[in-house]
Protein backbone atom coordinates (compact mmCIF):
# COMPACT_ATOMS: atom_id res chain seq x y z
CA UNK A 1 0.00 0.00 0.00
CA UNK A 2 2.19 2.76 1.22
CA UNK A 3 6.09 1.94 1.83
CA UNK A 4 8.08 4.84 3.53
CA UNK A 5 11.83 5.06 3.10
CA UNK A 6 14.28 6.88 5.19
CA UNK A 7 17.82 7.75 4.53
CA UNK A 8 20.83 9.84 5.36
CA UNK A 9 21.51 8.74 8.31
CA UNK A 10 25.17 7.84 9.45
CA UNK A 11 27.69 8.74 11.99
CA UNK A 12 28.79 11.99 13.05
CA UNK A 13 30.72 13.60 15.76
CA UNK A 14 29.13 15.73 18.64
CA UNK A 15 28.18 19.23 17.57
CA UNK A 16 27.70 17.98 13.79
CA UNK A 17 24.84 18.38 11.26
CA UNK A 18 22.66 15.23 9.45
CA UNK A 19 19.43 15.64 7.41
CA UNK A 20 17.28 12.83 7.14
CA UNK A 21 15.04 12.33 4.75
CA UNK A 22 11.55 10.14 4.27
CA UNK A 23 10.03 9.33 1.02
CA UNK A 24 6.85 7.91 0.46
CA UNK A 25 5.74 5.89 -2.49
CA UNK A 26 2.74 3.67 -3.06
CA UNK A 27 -1.01 4.02 -3.61
CA UNK A 28 -1.46 7.27 -1.85
CA UNK A 29 -4.46 9.64 -2.20
CA UNK A 30 -3.59 11.81 0.48
CA UNK A 31 -0.75 12.58 3.46
CA UNK A 32 -2.08 13.91 6.58
CA UNK A 33 0.70 14.52 9.69
CA UNK A 34 3.69 13.12 9.25
CA UNK A 35 6.56 12.56 11.63
CA UNK A 36 9.92 11.37 13.29
CA UNK A 37 10.61 9.01 16.16
CA UNK A 38 13.68 7.49 17.50
CA UNK A 39 14.33 4.62 19.54
CA UNK A 40 18.02 4.61 22.00
CA UNK A 41 19.13 0.71 22.99
CA UNK A 42 16.78 0.20 25.83
CA UNK A 43 14.64 2.86 25.67
CA UNK A 44 10.62 3.52 24.57
CA UNK A 45 10.47 5.02 20.83
CA UNK A 46 9.63 8.75 21.30
CA UNK A 47 8.32 11.28 19.23
CA UNK A 48 10.98 13.48 17.86
CA UNK A 49 9.15 16.24 16.23
CA UNK A 50 5.76 16.28 13.60
CA UNK A 51 4.50 18.55 11.52
CA UNK A 52 0.54 18.29 9.83
CA UNK A 53 -0.22 19.02 6.42
CA UNK A 54 -0.76 22.51 6.37
CA UNK A 55 2.92 22.99 7.69
CA UNK A 56 2.30 23.37 11.25
CA UNK A 57 5.32 21.72 13.35
CA UNK A 58 5.61 20.30 16.81
CA UNK A 59 9.23 19.03 18.39
CA UNK A 60 10.10 17.34 21.59
CA UNK A 61 11.56 19.45 24.26
CA UNK A 62 15.09 17.76 23.38
CA UNK A 63 15.33 18.68 20.27
CA UNK A 64 13.95 22.57 19.99
CA UNK A 65 16.20 24.74 18.91
CA UNK A 66 18.61 22.17 16.68
CA UNK A 67 16.22 20.32 14.56
CA UNK A 68 13.82 21.52 11.82
CA UNK A 69 11.03 19.12 10.11
CA UNK A 70 9.77 19.88 7.09
CA UNK A 71 8.50 18.69 3.86
CA UNK A 72 7.63 18.35 -0.03
CA UNK A 73 3.61 17.41 0.10
CA UNK A 74 3.86 17.36 -3.88
CA UNK A 75 6.82 14.62 -3.73
CA UNK A 76 5.60 12.62 -0.73
CA UNK A 77 8.68 13.59 1.31
CA UNK A 78 9.63 14.96 4.53
CA UNK A 79 12.98 15.48 5.81
CA UNK A 80 14.81 16.32 9.13
CA UNK A 81 17.44 18.55 9.99
CA UNK A 82 19.79 17.87 12.74
CA UNK A 83 22.52 20.53 14.05
CA UNK A 84 24.02 20.80 17.06
CA UNK A 85 24.27 17.00 17.34
CA UNK A 86 24.87 15.84 20.86
CA UNK A 87 25.43 11.48 22.08
CA UNK A 88 22.24 11.56 23.07
CA UNK A 89 20.41 11.94 20.07
CA UNK A 90 22.08 8.52 19.14
CA UNK A 91 19.10 6.23 18.29
CA UNK A 92 17.28 4.57 14.97
CA UNK A 93 15.04 7.19 13.72
CA UNK A 94 11.81 6.24 12.43
CA UNK A 95 9.60 8.34 9.53
CA UNK A 96 5.55 7.44 9.42
CA UNK A 97 2.81 8.69 7.32
CA UNK A 98 -0.97 8.96 8.57
CA UNK A 99 -2.15 8.43 4.44
CA UNK A 100 -5.22 7.64 2.91
CA UNK A 101 -5.10 5.05 -0.39
CA UNK A 102 -8.53 6.25 -1.17
CA UNK A 103 -10.55 9.26 -1.11
CA UNK A 104 -13.23 7.62 1.51
CA UNK A 105 -10.68 5.53 2.83
CA UNK A 106 -9.69 6.24 6.54
CA UNK A 107 -6.07 7.50 6.71
CA UNK A 108 -4.19 4.87 8.51
CA UNK A 109 -0.24 4.89 10.19
CA UNK A 110 2.65 3.82 8.31
CA UNK A 111 6.32 3.27 9.38
CA UNK A 112 9.72 3.29 7.70
CA UNK A 113 12.35 0.75 8.95
CA UNK A 114 14.32 2.94 10.36
CA UNK A 115 17.84 4.98 9.78
CA UNK A 116 20.83 4.49 12.38
CA UNK A 117 21.64 7.64 13.41
CA UNK A 118 25.02 7.73 15.74
CA UNK A 119 26.92 11.08 17.60
CA UNK A 120 30.01 10.46 18.69
CA UNK A 121 31.71 12.27 21.71
Known amino acids: QVQLVESGGGLVQAGGSLRLSCAASGTIFRINGMGWYRQAPGKERELVAG???????NYATSVKGRFTISRDSAKNTMFLQMNSLKPEDTAVYYC???????????????WGQGTQVTVSS
Open 96 to 110: NADAAITFTARPLRF
Open 51 to 57: ITSSGAT
